[in-house]
């Protein structure tokens, strides 16, 4: 390949819903050094990936529906469910953790197979499916807990979201760092196998994929049920960062579709790669820093978040708009009237 194609290759990559976040990024990482050069200290920047850790996983599995075409609403509620049961039944018991967070995460799993089921079965939106998620198990957090949590999580439990290792010269390198590569690394492989290449097929054109033998009902399913396990994961780690408290797991719904999609995830599925929907909750976590840093009221996240999801779907509906409409030949048609290279084309 030529140096001249390389770096058209590049430039289309990165003018992509892909690779814009790339920049956005590194434009953000610039304005916080300017403000903060302490911050991109090994100390600093491991405390920030701890924290960013639970929204990076929470992408991931948000990821995986918004590219098979679906939403999932009830994450949030489900990260905050996760957390007050684990407390519940812990107690500050050390023998009880790795049963509950088993049990958390049969929990999920189960959830999510709720969700996908009754979406693919029952045909019912997805949005409406998980908005009703979301409904069920924030009452259900409230009536565990009477509006106040209760129960205590035990050290054991918190080793994850909240310790790490020592390295010398580094310093402590958080558990959640390495959770995060290796949730990172085992979507990739999935996305690359056949498995993931049916979840973008079935995004991009349920029919189609139908057609070709796909048991759609399934891997939209499967999506579901991942993205119900990478809440329960992210779950773990913010009870170990940030402990048990009454607001644990809110709006981390609309985050993390703000991250997804900042990505490059074309909302309605089909398109995008689960490492930039990553990077895309890592810029959206380093934008919270920012604000954080300049003393920006935060009352502006949710804004935003708003402008974010608002660009996107607009971005989305122009290219669905553009991929889906017929490119007609300019030859002039035959003297009866037909046309002899009418070709309907669709980009991929």
Same mark, same amino acid.
């Given at each position: +390949?030529?140096?001249?194609?390389? $770096?058209?290759?590049?430039? *289309?990559?990165?003018?992509? %819903?892909?690779?814009?976040? #790339? =920049?956005?990024?590194?434009?953000?990482?610039?304005?916080?050094?300017?403000?903060?050069?302490g911050?991109?200290?090994?100390?600093?920047?491991?405390?920030?990936?701890?924290?960013?850790?639970?929204?990076?996983?929470?992408?991931?599995?948000? #990821?995986?529906?918004?590219?098979?075409?679906?939403? !999932?609403?009830?994450?949030?509620?489900?990260? @905050?469910?996760?957390?007050?049961?684990?407390?519940?039944?812990?107690?500050?018991?050390?023998a *009880?953790?790795?049963?509950?967070?088993l =049990?958390?995460?049969?929990?999920?799993?189960?959830?999510?197979?709720?969700?996908?089921?009754?979406?693919?079965?029952?045909?019912?939106?997805?949005?409406?499916?998980?908005?009703g998620? +979301?409904?069920?198990? $924030?009452?259900?957090?409230?009536?565990?807990?009477? @509006?106040?949590?209760?129960?205590?999580?035990?050290? %054991?439990?918190?080793?994850?979201?909240?310790?790490g290792?020592?390295?010398?010269?580094?310093?402590v390198?958080?558990?959640?760092?390495?959770?995060?590569?290796?949730?990172?690394?085992?979507?990739?492989?999935? +996305? /690359?196998?056949?498995?993931?290449?049916?979840?973008?097929?079935?995004? !991009?054109?349920?029919?189609?994929?139908?057609?070709?033998?796909?048991?759609?009902?399934?891997?939209?399913?499967?999506?579901?049920?991942l993205?119900?396990?990478?809440?329960?994961?992210?779950g773990?780690?913010?009870?170990?960062y940030?402990?048990?408290?009454?607001?644990?797991? !809110? %709006?981390?719904? $609309?985050?993390?579709?703000?991250?997804?999609?900042?990505?490059?995830?074309?909302?309605? %599925?089909? /398109? @995008?790669?689960?490492?930039a929907?990553?990077?895309?909750?890592?810029?959206?976590? &380093?934008?919270?820093t920012?604000?954080?840093?300049?003393?920006?009221?935060?009352?502006?996240?949710?804004?935003?978040?708003?402008?974010?999801?608002?660009?996107?779907v607009? #971005?989305?509906?122009?290219? *669905?708009? *553009? /991929?889906?409409?017929?490119h007609? &030949?300019?030859?002039?048609a035959?003297?009866?009237?037909?046309?002899?290279?009418?070709?309907?084309?669709? &980009?991929r």
């Amino acid at each position: +390949m030529s140096t001249g194609r390389k $770096f058209a290759d590049a430039g *289309r990559f990165l003018i992509s %819903g892909s690779g814009t976040v #790339y =920049l956005v990024l590194i434009a953000i990482f610039a304005v916080i050094f300017v403000n903060n050069a302490g911050f991109f200290e090994a100390g600093n920047l491991l405390l920030f990936v701890k924290k960013a850790a639970p929204l990076l996983i929470l992408a991931v599995g948000q #990821y995986f529906v918004i590219v098979a075409g679906e939403f !999932d609403l009830s994450v949030g509620s489900l990260v @905050g469910a996760q957390v007050v049961l684990a407390a519940l039944l812990i107690d500050g018991e050390e023998a *009880r953790t790795w049963p509950v967070i088993l =049990l958390m995460l049969a929990i999920g799993a189960g959830v999510g197979l709720v969700n996908g089921l009754i979406t693919t079965l029952l045909k019912v939106p997805s949005i409406i499916t998980t908005l009703g998620m +979301m409904l069920v198990l $924030f009452g259900a957090i409230r009536l565990l807990t009477g @509006g106040a949590p209760t129960g205590k999580l035990s050290d %054991g439990f918190r080793v994850l979201g909240n310790k790490g290792i020592i390295i010398e010269s580094v310093g402590v390198v958080p558990w959640a760092l390495f959770i995060v590569i290796a949730v990172g690394v085992g979507a990739v492989f999935l +996305m /690359r196998s056949s498995f993931g290449r049916t979840l973008v097929a079935v995004g !991009d054109n349920e029919k189609a994929a139908g057609f070709a033998g796909t048991r759609v009902w399934w891997v939209r399913t499967a999506a579901f049920v991942l993205s119900g396990l990478s809440a329960t994961v992210a779950g773990i780690l913010v009870g170990g960062y940030a402990g048990l408290t009454s607001q644990v797991g !809110d %709006g981390m719904e $609309f985050v993390a579709i703000t991250a997804v999609v900042l990505g490059g995830v074309v909302l309605g %599925g089909g /398109r @995008g790669a689960v490492l930039a929907a990553m990077a895309g909750a890592l810029t959206v976590e &380093s934008l919270f820093t920012l604000f954080t840093q300049l003393e920006v009221s935060s009352t502006l996240r949710p804004t935003a978040q708003g402008l974010i999801i608002i660009a996107a779907v607009a #971005y989305a509906s122009r290219e *669905r708009s *553009r /991929r889906h409409t017929p490119h007609l &030949s300019t030859k002039p048609a035959e003297p009866n009237g037909h046309h002899p290279d009418r070709v309907l084309k669709e &980009s991929r």
